[in-house]
């Protein structure tokens, strides 16, 4: 079965400095890769989506990137992190498809404060 | 441009009563419409899902959800709310023959449950 991890689950950091958030996959091959921000009380936003190794497409102009070394690997990075980057993020993986058929499957989250 | 309204922001029922959560989109075409549940610091995980066929659509833990073409609805409902149904509720939408699986999500529903 497939299974996908987060870490750290919980982030305190101040302003200013640097960040770096890992999202792996399990159990799948070639998935698609997704990085949401959640705003405390709002949706979800989506901020970086790849369909394979060294893709990434950007949503939203912002303070973070975010990169795919491996097959299974997601990172969402910055250099400085701003106040406005407080969140929750959740990484997320789909079969990839071109029919829009296959739903997410969310990890389970980082925390993220900056003070 | 797709998009997604969930015009209940926050909802309270007894347990043991029904429920529903309200769900609109607007897109031109056939959609693919999901309802994700997230509890209070986790992920989302996928309740039900609807692309073709059978207009209503049964998922895990006891929800359903009935697609009305002719409302651009996607309302989900479960006949009894148990305590542990208390979460936070996402309706999404997919575009079908994109080159990636870009969901829509709506700003989510808050259910509370009163014992």
């Known amino acids: 079965s497939q299974t996908i991890h987060q870490w750290p689950a919980t982030l305190v950091q101040p302003v200013g400095s640097p960040l770096s958030l890992e999202c792996t996959v399990e159990?799948?091959?070639?998935?698609?890769l997704y990085w949401y921000r959640q705003a405390a009380g709002r949706g979800l936003q989506l901020l970086f989506y790849?369909?394979?190794?060294?893709?990434i497409s950007s949503e939203v102009p912002q303070n973070l990137s975010a990169s795919r070394p491996q097959d299974r690997q997601f990172i969402l990075s910055s250099k400085k992190l701003l106040l406005s980057d407080s969140g929750f993020y959740l990484c997320a993986w789909s079969v990839h498809s071109t029919s829009g058929r296959s739903e997410q499957f969310f990890g389970p989250g980082t925390r993220l404060t900056v003070l | 441009a797709q998009s997604v309204t969930q015009p209940d922001i926050h909802i309270t029922v007894s347990e043991g009563a029904s429920l529903e959560l309200r769900c609109n989109y607007s897109?031109?075409?056939?959609?693919?419409l999901f309802w994700y549940v997230q509890s209070p610091g986790q992920g989302l995980q996928l309740l039900l899902k609807y692309f073709s066929g059978d207009t209503l659509v049964q998922g895990i833990k006891g929800f359903e959800a009935e697609f009305k073409r002719s409302q651009s609805s996607f309302n989900l409902r479960k006949p009894s709310v148990h305590w542990s149904d208390a979460a936070e509720y996402f309706c999404a939408v997919a575009r079908e023959k994109t080159s990636y699986d870009k969901v829509i999500f709506g700003p989510g529903t808050s259910l509370s449950v009163i014992p």
């Open positions: 159990g799948t091959s070639n998935p698609n």
């Open positions: 790849s369909v394979g190794i060294g893709q």
């Open positions: 897109y031109g075409a056939t959609p693919y």
